[in-house]
C-alpha cells in the first residue's frame, strides 16, 4: 500500500468506532492529520500531500536555484563529509591533478612557509566584509586561501579548482611533476621577494635551496675549475638501483669526459680529457630528491615509466655525501608513490 493511501487509512480509522455525537476535536485533528509530526528528509519526495506539515524540499529552489530532482534526493549524509578529529583535510583530484595536490599537502605541512603565506600582503582580504564572499585572485591569494582551508576547514577535503584554474593547469592531463614544482616554487620566490617584510623575501631559498659545484679536472695539467651553482631538487637516476643511497651515490659519481665531450681546459688552452663531478656543499632544510621514474625509452620513441621499488630508510644520512663533513640527517618521507 502507498504510503499516501496508508496515512489516508489511518487518519479516519476512529470513524469505524466513534459514533457522531461523540465526535471530538482529537478526532478532527486526526482526520486532517494537523498533529501529525514533519515527515523526516528522505522519508517523502518533497511536500508530500499525506501530510500537511510536511516540509521536505520546500523552498529550496528559492535559495539554490533550479534543482536536478534525482541529485537532490540522493544527498549523503552531511556527516560523511565532515572530518574525524585529529584527521587532515584531503584535497579533491581534479581529474589528473594528483600530483598538484601532492605537492601542495607538502608545502602546507612545511610551517615556515605556511607561515609565510599567512604573513603575505593581502589589500583585499583585510579590506572584505562578510557581505559577500571572498574570492582569491592572484597565485599567492589563492594559495593563502587554500592554506586557510586545509588548517580550518571541518570538511575531509576540500576542491582545488581555484588555484588549479588560477595557474591554468589542464585538470585532464597529468604534467610532469617535478616541472611543475619547479615552477611553482620559482613563481612563490619571485612573489615573495616583492614583500615589504624582509622576514618574508627569502622564506624559499632557506627552505629549499642548497649549494653544489661542478667540479672539472683536466686530465693533462690537472687543474680542477669549480662551476658554483644553487639547487632545489637532486634529480636521482634510479635504474639499477635498488635504494636512495645508491641513487644519490651515482648522482655524486665521476664522470669521464672524452671524445666528443671533451672538455676545453683554460689552462692547456685545448680540448683536454676530464672528469666531472658534483659536489653538494650546503643542503637546504627540506631536500627535495626525485626520482626519475620517467626515461625515454629508444625502442618506442616514447617516454616510459619506470616502476622500479626504490627503498629508502626513515633517516638518510647525508653527511657521507656532503665536501664538508658535517652532521646532516634528513627525515624522508615519501611524497609521490
Ligand atoms: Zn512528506
Ligand atoms: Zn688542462
Not at 103 to 118: A, D, G, M, S
Not at 159 to 179: F, H, N, R, Y
Not at 235 to 244: A, D, P, S, T
Request: contains cysteine; charged residues 25%; aromatic residues 10%.
Amino acid at each position: 500500500m502507498a504510503p499516501r493511501v496508508q496515512l489516508e487509512k489511518a487518519a479516519w480509522r476512529w470513524v469505524e468506532s466513534v459514533s457522531p455525537e461523540d465526535i471530538q476535536r482529537e478526532h478532527i485533528e486526526i482526520a486532517y492529520r494537523i498533529c501529525l509530526p514533519a515527515c523526516k528528509r528522505g522519508a517523502c519526495r518533497r511536500n508530500c500531500k499525506g501530510n500537511p506539515n510536511c516540509l521536505v524540499g520546500i523552498g529550496e529552489h528559492a535559495w539554490l536555484g533550479e534543482i536536478d530532482e534525482n541529485t537532490f534526493h540522493n544527498i549523503d549524509d552531511p556527516n560523511s563529509e565532515r572530518r574525524d578529529k585529529n584527521t587532515f583535510v584531503g584535497l579533491t583530484n581534479l581529474g589528473a591533478t594528483c600530483y598538484v595536490n601532492t605537492f601542495l599537502q607538502v608545502w602546507f605541512h612545511n610551517l615556515e612557509l605556511r607561515r609565510t603565506l599567512y604573513l603575505c600582503q593581502n589589500a583585499r582580504a583585510e579590506e572584505h566584509n562578510m557581505d559577500s564572499d571572498y574570492e582569491p585572485r592572484s597565485i599567492c591569494e589563492h594559495l593563502q586561501y587554500l592554506f586557510a582551508l586545509l588548517q580550518n576547514s571541518n570538511r575531509r577535503y576540500i576542491d582545488p579548482s581555484g588555484l588549479v584554474k588560477a595557474l591554468g593547469l589542464d585538470t585532464g592531463q597529468q604534467q610532469d611533476a617535478q616541472e611543475f614544482s619547479k615552477l611553482f616554487l620559482s613563481l612563490l620566490e619571485d612573489t615573495l621577494s616583492k614583500q615589504k617584510n624582509p622576514n618574508l623575501q627569502n622564506v624559499i631559498q632557506q627552505q629549499f635551496c642548497g649549494q653544489m659545484s661542478y667540479v672539472t679536472v683536466c686530465n693533462q695539467c690537472g687543474r680542477a675549475s669549480p662551476l658554483p651553482s644553487r639547487f632545489y631538487e637532486l634529480e636521482l637516476n634510479i635504474q639499477g638501483h635498488k635504494n636512495l643511497t645508491e641513487c644519490v651515490t651515482e648522482f655524486l659519481k665521476e664522470e669521464k669526459l672524452d671524445g666528443d665531450n671533451r672538455y676545453f681546459c683554460e689552462s692547456c688552452q685545448s680540448k683536454q680529457n676530464a672528469a666531472r663531478r658534483i659536489k653538494l656543499h650546503s643542503l637546504p632544510r627540506v631536500l627535495n630528491l626525485q626520482l626519475m621514474r620517467f626515461v625515454f625509452d629508444r625502442q618506442t620513441g616514447h617516454k616510459k615509466k619506470l616502476n622500479t621499488f626504490i627503498s629508502f630508510p626513515e633517516q638518510l644520512d647525508m653527511g657521507p655525501f656532503l665536501e664538508e663533513k658535517v652532521q646532516f640527517t634528513i627525515v624522508t618521507r615519501n611524497t609521490f608513490e
